[in-house]
């Protein structure tokens, strides 16, 4: 006898094909635009190890963005580690305890990321429906009579939307000095399937490494 169940490996397959096809459309609803600059005394200056470090009061918050840049970068073949790593938030650090830090574990490039801004809309679209039933009503003397009663109602259809204002700055480890800075803004609907904040700052992610390469400081 044939069964219907698949095996577990085509189920897993299956499972991997739809999670990969999910966070294509999830990625492709993520409208963004970067522009960043060089500094005339870093051009085409190339860094290997690179620590990211959010600018974020939210540590949860914090280290979603260190976690995702990091992983966007070591899957583009680059050394990267998250900042929490190397500056834990257990006590306040002062600028100079940044340069020491990161000359001290070998790393040449800085790269600090804040949002800006971010701002969350809501799309109301009414949506009208008309409901028809037709009902026949018997009657003792005569013919039953056929009624047919149309009520209409409206119902709203809300979407909401994320907008975020995204800065990074590549610093030099040692010189201290800004060598690349970026500006990112996106916008996304954050209420389908596939959503969420951790695939907007992978976006990011992808259009800094993009624009570093693009500016020569990465290979």
């Given at each position: 006898?044939?069964?219907?169940?698949?095996?577990?490996?085509?189920?897993?397959?299956k499972?991997?094909?739809?999670?990969?096809?999910?966070?294509?459309?999830?990625?492709?609803?993520?409208?963004?635009?970067?522009t960043?600059?060089?500094?005339?005394?870093?051009?085409?200056?190339?860094?290997?190890?690179?620590?990211?470090?959010?600018?974020?009061?939210?540590?949860?918050?914090?280290a979603?963005?260190?976690?995702?840049?990091?992983?966007?970068?070591?899957?583009?073949?680059?050394?990267?580690?998250?900042?929490?790593?190397?500056?834990?938030?257990?006590?306040?650090?002062?600028?100079?305890?940044f340069?020491?830090?990161?000359?001290?574990?070998?790393?040449?490039?800085?790269?600090?990321?804040?949002?800006?801004d971010?701002?969350?809309?809501?799309?109301?679209?009414?949506?009208?429906?008309?409901?028809?039933?037709?009902?026949?009503?018997?009657?003792?003397?005569?013919?039953?009579?056929?009624?047919?009663?149309?009520?209409?109602?409206?119902?709203?259809?809300?979407?909401?939307?994320?907008?975020?204002?995204?800065?990074?700055?590549?610093?030099?480890?040692?010189?201290?000095?800004?060598a690349?800075?970026?500006?990112?803004?996106?916008?996304?609907?954050?209420?389908?399937?596939?959503?969420?904040?951790?695939?907007?700052?992978?976006?990011?992610?992808?259009?800094?490494?993009?624009?570093?390469?693009?500016?020569?400081?990465?290979?």
């Amino acid at each position: 006898m044939k069964s219907n169940l698949l095996s577990p490996k085509i189920n897993y397959s299956k499972n991997l094909f739809l999670i990969f096809l999910l966070s294509i459309v999830a990625t492709s609803c993520v409208s963004i635009e970067t522009t960043s600059y060089t500094d005339p005394d870093f051009i085409n200056k190339k860094y290997a190890k690179f620590c990211v470090y959010s600018v974020e009061q939210n540590l949860n918050r914090r280290a979603l963005i260190e976690k995702v840049f990091a992983e966007e970068f070591q899957e583009a073949g680059l050394y990267a580690v998250q900042g929490s790593m190397i500056f834990p938030p257990t006590r306040v650090w002062e600028e100079a305890d940044f340069q020491a830090q990161l000359v001290k574990n070998g790393f040449d490039g800085f790269i600090k990321i804040e949002i800006m801004d971010e701002n969350v809309n809501e799309r109301i679209t009414p949506e009208f429906h008309t409901n028809t039933e037709t009902r026949t009503i018997k009657k003792k003397n005569g013919k039953d009579a056929t009624i047919t009663e149309t009520n209409t109602f409206v119902t709203n259809d809300v979407d909401v939307y994320m907008s975020n204002q995204f800065q990074a700055d590549l610093i030099d480890v040692n010189s201290n000095k800004v060598a690349w800075k970026g500006y990112s803004s996106t916008s996304a609907q954050v209420d389908m399937i596939g959503m969420d904040v951790e695939t907007i700052v992978e976006r990011f992610a992808e259009d800094v490494i993009n624009e570093l390469k693009t500016k020569g400081h990465i290979k």
